[in-house]
Every structure is written in C-alpha cells, then in structure tokens.
C-alpha cells in the first residue's frame, strides 16, 4: 500500500497507474467504488509495452479517478514524503525503483506530480495514444502519458505506446510516431505567458527563470508574450473536464460492480447510498458542477459556451505556436504542497488548473520536466523532448 | 360542436444489423439466454470506448430515402442521461443536436404525414422481476442494439390515418431491409391532442408511451378522444400534458408516475465519437444501394400481367414478393406464381397460423413446374405444399413416397377400370340403361382406387371405351 496498490512483479520497470487496466489486476482508480473490481482485458498501451518486452512492476497508486492535484485524494492512503503531498509513480520513478510509469492526464495531476517529485511526464498529443482500457473521465482532453526521469526515456516507452488503435473512435489514423531527442534547440524559439508566469509563487518563477537560461544557454531564444484567455482557458476545461466525468462516472452505480451498500429498500436508495458511501468529497464536488452545467436551462451558457471557448483558446494558441516552437510556463504554482482539507479539494484543484488546462483543452502536447512546463504544437512532441534533453545535458 | 385530433409519432425500430452500434456483440436476432450476447462495452464496464458500426449509419440513411428526407451529411451523436438498472453506463448513445435525417414525408394518398426527423440511437435492456423472490435481474442482451427513431410531424387527424402510416413504415422499412419489423420490434410513443374543428391552436397533450400493438395503439387513441372531450366538453377532469401508459386488460391509459418524466436528461455530444461525414460519394453509394420501394414493386408486378389488387398484396409483404421473385426467376409463369402464393401459400400460412411466408422458394417452384408439367395433379400439387409446409419434406421424394405421380402405367389405370367395373355390376347396368350419372359414380370409384393419381381425362376415355364394349 501507498506506492503500489498491487504489485504484479517485482522484478519489473514499468508502473501502471491505478486508472489503467491490467487484465485481471485490480483496477480502483483510487476509489473505493472501484475496491474489488477486476477488469477482463487489459490497456491498449499495456498491452503494446508487454509486446515491446517491458515487465510491469504494479499498479500505482492514485487520487480518486485522477481528479486531484497529485494523488492526495486516493482512498488507499495517499503518498507523502517530509509532509508533502506526493504522486506515487512519480516517486517511484524518482526514487529509482522504476525506469517509468504511464498515467492518465485529465487535469494536470500527473504533470504536478512529476514536478513536485523532480521528474518528467508528457502528455502527447490528443489522440495518439489510445485510451482503450482507461477508467475514462474527462473523455475530450485525457490522453495517456508517460512518467520518467529523462526525456530518452520518455522518448522510448512514447515510441512504444502511441500509434493507431481501431478500439478508441478518437485515437487518430497515423499507425506509428517516431520520436526524436535531436531537433535543433540552437535554431528555436521559446516564449513564455506572461499571465501564467505571474500567477506562479517566487520560488516557481525562480525555477522558469533558471529554465529560461538553460535554453537560452542552448542557443534558442526565449520571449515574453501574453495570452488574454488563460482564466477562460481554466474555467472552460473545468467545466467540459467536471461534465464528462460526471457523465463517464455515472455508470458506477453499484449495479454491476463495485462498491454496493449493504442496506437498501428500493433502487434509488441503492444508487444514492453506494455512491455517497463510496465516492470521496472531491469526485461528489465534481459530479454536482458537471450536472449542473450540463442542466436545462445552464447547458447553453455553461457547457456549450466552454466548447466555444475551447475553439478560441485553441485558436489564440496556434497563433502563437505559429511564431514560437514552444511555450514555457508553470506546471504548479507552487514547489510543494501540504495535505489540506478535503473539503477545500474542488478550489484548489481548480485554482492550480490554470496551468495545466490549456494542454488538456486544446489537446497539444505537453511535457512537465524538472518543475516547469513546455508545450508545442500538435505532433511536435520531439521539440518538447529535444529541449529537455538539452537542458539535461546542460546540468549534466 | 365537432372535434379534430391531432397525433404525432415517435417510432422506435431495430436496425437490421449484424452487430450492435458501438461494439462488436451479436445485433438483432432471434432470442437467446440472457446476458448471451454481451461484451465489456455493452454492459458498461469501464475502459471500453464506443467504435460506431458503419452499417448502422447506412440503414439510417436508406430509411431517410425512403421517407424522403433530407440527409445530413455532418451529424452527430450525443449522451442523454438518466439512471436506471437496465441502461448500464447511465447514459444512451443518441442524437440530440445533429440527427441523421430530418424534413420529409410519408404519402398516405389523400394526406401526407411530415417527418421531422430520423435518429440512431442505441436501445437500452431489460429488467426481468421475479415475484417469488423478490428480485430483479437485468439482461444486457437488447443494450446498444441499433434502432432508429422517426419522428413526424404532428399531422395526423384520425386513429386509422396513424395505423396505415406505420403499416406504410413497416413495408417500407422491410423492403429497403432496413429493418425486420418484427412483432415487437417497432415502439411507438403517440402525442395526441384535441381541438375544435377548424381550430388553428393546439390543445393540451398528452403522450402515450411505448405502444407496440397496432389495435393498442387504435385502441388508446380512441380512449385519449373520448377523455379530451369529455374533459373539454363535461370537465371531468383538468387536462395537463403528461406522459400516460396503456392497460391492455382495463383498456384505458393511466397516467405514469410524475417522477419518471420529470427527468433532465442532460444532453450533450459524446466526446467518445467523432462526428460522421458522409461525403457525396458515400451517400450516391447509398442511394444506389437502395432496394425498389413497395410502390415500384407492385407496378413492376402489373407489368407482368398481374391484376393490380393481387401485385399490391405481393409486394406489401418483403416475403411474399421475395419468395415470388424468386420463384418466377427459376422460370414459373408469373401469373402461376403469383396464384399459388397468394391462394395456396397463405391458404397454408391461414391454416397453420403463420405470420409470414417461410418456404424455400426452389421448392415452391419445383411443385408449381411439376403441376404445369402434368407431372402431377393440381391436387396432389397441394398435398405436397402442405407437406412442405408442416415437415419441409423434399417434393420429389414425397411424390414418390406416396405414389402421387399422375403418369401412372396406361395398363395399370385400364386394370383399375376393368376392376371397377367387374365390382359395379349395379352402376354398370344403370349406365346401360342411359343413366349418365352413373359414369360419375364408377369415375369416382376409379379415382379412389388410383388415389387422386392419373390424368382425369385419360380415365374417363378409358372407361367409356370399356363401358361401350
């Protein structure tokens, strides 16, 4: 328990993150809905790394169905470390006891994970990897990423994972992506957003500052810009990201597996009583905003008004990208983070979105690396990486 | 002062596909075990993803053809949701935004109905209650089975305009084998609403949920009139719209409990499914696809020298003219074909209590080729019909099993007769004495003993030969 909530083998290197399926291995997604459920097939992308020769170490532990900051809202004793709210794949990875993990990406847990544990985590392209087999919520903007602590690394199990699956109706049609860690930093140009930036705690800005140099130091040119839509950004993926996942959740009703009430007179009780009983603060909080924004009368100026917002964040953001091969901003606004009040999860989830949304609205990819964040246009995964491993190699 | 109705429909029918709408199960087909037909993806388990079945969307689009629709070729699917035990992801694959098909029409002849739209949709499954122990089972077999749902306008003004409409849809639905239309398997919800003659404004409706039963749903349109009026004429009770269900054993509607309507289903368009574009080159492949409608069958029928009333009943049934293409394609005389199917076929079908036509078409023809061909008689032609019907025994084996060959031995019908006549001295001697009646008599006898077999003609002329010795 904490790290792993089921180890498979010991002798392997690759973790799964508890909201991915590994054919007859528990799958809870952190949830005590999900306590006994054991799925019947197992991940497109486990299924490609297996065939690739890598072992599964285990199933990492999560924040309920990936929902949270960085794990702290699992059910099965989240990770800390020194008092510090910790993911636990990318611990593992940090800690060495793993080459790498893949995670779910739907609201930035996995890229603040990697930050607050010093490692890296991308989120590809949308549509690159399949999402066949995940515990899906927010089905517009969750992709499948990779946690490791080198963008060699990253670049190698990517390799393997991401390419067509006839399984997934989003997955897209190329067959296979070939990665590189050798485009030319020294030609490039980088800009950060300035309304990100300032949202970010001294010691964060600190840590962009250092990162700017780096790539400067590589020979690429690093900018200010500025974004006017990084809230509507924020409020819109919050919106989409609660009404997806309250509609995906919904099918854990304690029917047909999963957490049942001991108790119950007639079905709506036994609907209300297992899901109160088994769904955490954070996951209810979740379901109540993504109901109501999808409710008569809220749906046009709610629901329906994000995804026009999606298309103008999507828009405002090629612009830039068609000047600049990448955008540097926060991943967190802060270095670390104390376990809080449940209670208070929905505000704070939300208030530190505002860095991870705009990769999961729009659906370009992103990489979390050593604190910061980088972002490039679609399918240009390989400047991402190329950038990272530069700067490694600065440190080096 | 005289009242008006007026309905509108939403049916419900299965796609005859081979698989369900999202996944890879078993689609329509005949019954099985519950839960036989079931996947990780239908019965809601997570980590499956919806993967749209291409023939689903095709069916839809011949069904837009046939009711004259305009296609639209960007549509889009959308999540309705409401909890409940037998829908098993809380949420059903449907069109809510961008439907398939919308604005044509159904010609009734004298009216014609509007069609606002067709949607695909993804039907949910089924509870099962058992009273002795107080338990519900839910079968998935029927969830994500395809069905499209076809919403007119609301221009219908009478019970019996609504019932020749949906046996219009149900032809046409057959025919383009769009769907089977099987009993039960086309739902109808009927809105209905009572207005003074003339009048321009709606009155208060009232729908009538999930009717399947052609004389249910004449039945509760009627019972619906009769309550309006009364309502509006001797204020027996307050009409509010509402959402009512028909007891076939009270024969009334009863209003359904305000909880199962009151629902806010929360649509909006599924991020799991990509919009469908249907190009131009897909939608002619279509089009071209589509099989000739009841209409063209019937005058195709005429051409061929059927009588009209006969071509229109051939061509209302997909089985009926099926089984009559066919046969007339292995080389029968149309008219022939057409007379054994509707008098004999569905003399049988009456007999045996059959709803539709089952006969291998390649026996039918070999029975009418071997009446034709004198091979045997017009009455032993349906004895093996018969026969087929009730063991689909083979035609020439049963011939020869029962002897039913009407060219039997020359030598063996003038044994017989010679018989006959050495046993009937009494009719013998009454025909000498002119008596013409008795030649029916030793005819019949010779018949029996022959069992129905041989040429009547050739019989008569025999035994007048040795009548006249």
Redesign the interface.
Known sequence: MGYFINTINKSGTVAVDDTILVKDVPATAGSRMLENFKPLFSAEAVERLEKAGYVIAGKANVGEFGLDLAGETSYFEPVTENGCIKGAAAELVAKGEIKAAIGVDLNGAPRRAAALSGVDFIKPTYGTVSRYGIISCAASGEQVGVYASSAADIKDILGVIAGHDSKDGTSLPQEKYEYSLDEDVSSMKVCIIAELYEKADGDTKAKIDAYAEKIKSLGATVETVSLDCVEQAQTAWQILMAAETCNNVSRFDGVKYGYRTPEYKNIDELYVKSRTEAFGFLTKATVIYGSDVLSKGRYENCYDKALRIRRVVCDKVKAILASYDAILTPVCGKTEYKPYDALGAFEKVYEESVFTAIPSITGLPALSAKGVQLIADSFKESVLLSIAHGVERTEA | MKYELVIGLETHVELSTDSKLFCSCGGHSSPKEPNDCVC?AC??????????NKHAIELAVKAGFMLNCKINQYTTFD?K?Y?Y?DL????QITQWFNPICVDGCVDLGERKIGIKQIHVEEDAGKLVHDEATNTSF?DFNRTSVPLIEIVSRPDFRSADEVITYLKKLKSSLQFAGISECEEGAMRCDVNISVRPEGSNELGVRSEIKNMSSLSEIKDAIEFEKVRHVDAIERHTEMLVQETRRWDDVKRRTFPMRNKETAA?Y?????????PIVIDDEWLEEIRASMPATAEEKAGHYEEMGIAAKEAGVLASDRKLSDTFDKVVAMGCNAKTAASWILTECMGQMKRLELTSLEIEPAKLARIIELVEGGEITRAAGKKVLSAVFENDVDVDAYCEENSLSAKIDNSFILETVCKVIAENGKAVEDYKNGKVKAMQSLFGCVMKELRGNGSPDVIREMLEAELNK
């Open positions: 990780p019965s809601g388990m997570p980590g499956m993803l919806p993967v749209t999540k949701s909890y035990p098993p992801c809380a949420y839910v806010d929360r649509y909006f368009p599924d991020p799991n499914l990509m």
